[in-house]
């Protein structure tokens, strides 16, 4: 089994969707979740982090962790073309960073 | 935020010939720099953990004398691609972590290598 499973998608929506994605993952112990946004041919980009079960919000991002299912989220309100990225998890223990396959997303105007 | 850059951004070679990539952090010190290689959509594959002074860790099944990492300083880790074949052909990201915020990797924009 995967430290981390994410679904690779592609995810296509309208504009103005609620975008979803979503990482599970088997350690426990995993201390740090974090969201990367990558653009093609560019490097990830730190979108999100936290270490604790809960929602974290930032503008039209929610980062949310449910350490009891092993299940992290991200949710992209009112999507904007703009988020046509790969998106991808990532999930700490000490000095390992595990990171999940990515999901495309594809906003459609 | 924490800035990270690679240079150069593309680079194209002649198989047999050796690239070097570097990956510097530009407003914050890193003991740890990480090397991928990420192939057309697909994820990020971890090649190798730098840290500073000392050899770097391989992962599996990459070579490391075709693969030479040196970590020279806090803020420059440099990979050597040698005797480039066209299965290198790849784009390659370094990353670093900030040595005040131990849960953050910051990520440069990566250089594309393209070896014919």
């Known amino acids: 089994q995967k430290e981390v499973e994410q679904d690779p998608g592609p995810l296509s929506v309208p504009e103005g969707a609620i975008v979803s994605l979503n990482c599970t993952y088997s350690?426990?112990?995993?201390?740090?979740f974090m969201w990367y946004r990558q653009y093609s041919r560019k490097g990830p980009e730190l979108l999100m982090y936290?270490?604790?079960?809960g929602n974290k919000e930032d503008g039209r991002f929610t980062a949310q962790v449910d350490k009891s299912s092993k299940y992290i989220s991200l949710f992209i309100r009112d999507s904007q073309p703009s988020d046509s990225a790969t998106y991808l998890c990532?999930?700490?223990?000490?000095?390992?960073?595990?990171f999940g396959t990515g999901t495309s997303l594809t906003v459609i105007p | 935020g924490a800035v990270v850059s690679q240079h150069p951004s593309r680079v194209i070679c002649k198989s047999g010939t050796s690239v070097k990539i570097e990956c510097r952090s530009l407003d914050f010190q890193a003991t740890t720099m990480f090397w991928y290689r990420q192939f057309p959509k697909q994820s990020l594959m971890l090649m190798a953990t730098?840290?500073?002074?000392?050899?770097?860790?391989?992962e599996q099944g990459v070579e490391k004398d075709k693969f030479l990492i040196n970590h020279a300083s806090l803020t420059l880790s440099t990979l050597t691609v040698t005797s480039a074949h066209p299965e290198d052909s790849s784009f390659y990201i370094c990353?670093?972590?900030?040595?005040?915020?131990?849960?953050?990797?910051?990520f440069g924009p990566g250089t594309r290598l393209t070896v014919t």
């Open positions: 990353s670093a972590r900030d040595l005040s915020a131990s849960y953050e990797q910051y």
């Open positions: 990532a999930i700490t223990l000490g000095n390992q960073f595990y």
């Open positions: 730098s840290n500073e002074g000392s050899k770097a860790t391989y």
């Open positions: 350690n426990s112990a995993f201390q740090y």
């Open positions: 936290t270490y604790s079960s």
